[in-house]
């Protein structure tokens, strides 16, 4: 199982950014699948998250309200859009996915850089 992650970049604050993860089979083979970070020294952490058993979808308090994920069944992605940006959310932005088969998959991460 692969993901594979594209759309990061550099933004202005206040911008937006929308970031692709592509997985190489349907996503509902998959727990669960989601978005984490991991900013210069620090630890990975998570961003938001949908579940496929009660099509449940979170987003960590930092970004509830700028950003929103988005599932297309069809195209097996998982979208996460980025509206106002701050410097704040600099980091690699790695896609997530738990397998039907409890594996823990990862992308190669994709750099977002917010620059004032």
């Known amino acids: 199982v692969q993901l594979v992650e594209s759309g990061g970049g550099l933004v202005q604050p206040g911008g937006s950014l929308r970031l692709f993860c592509a997985a190489s089979?349907?996503?509902?083979?998959?727990?669960?699948m989601g978005w984490y970070r991991q900013a210069p020294g620090k630890r990975r952490g998570w961003v938001a998250g949908?579940?496929?058993?009660?099509?449940?979808?979170g987003y960590a308090d930092f970004v509830k309200g700028r950003f929103a994920l988005s599932t297309d069944n069809a195209k097996n992605t998982v979208d996460l859009l980025m509206n106002n940006l701050e410097p704040e959310d600099t980091a690699v932005y790695y896609c997530?996915?738990?397998?039907?088969?409890?594996?823990?998959?990862w992308g190669q991460g994709t750099q977002v850089t917010v620059y004032s």
């Open positions: 089979e349907t996503i509902f083979c998959f727990h669960s």
């Open positions: 949908f579940r496929n058993g009660d099509d449940s979808t």
């Open positions: 997530n996915g738990l397998h039907s088969d409890y594996n823990e998959c």
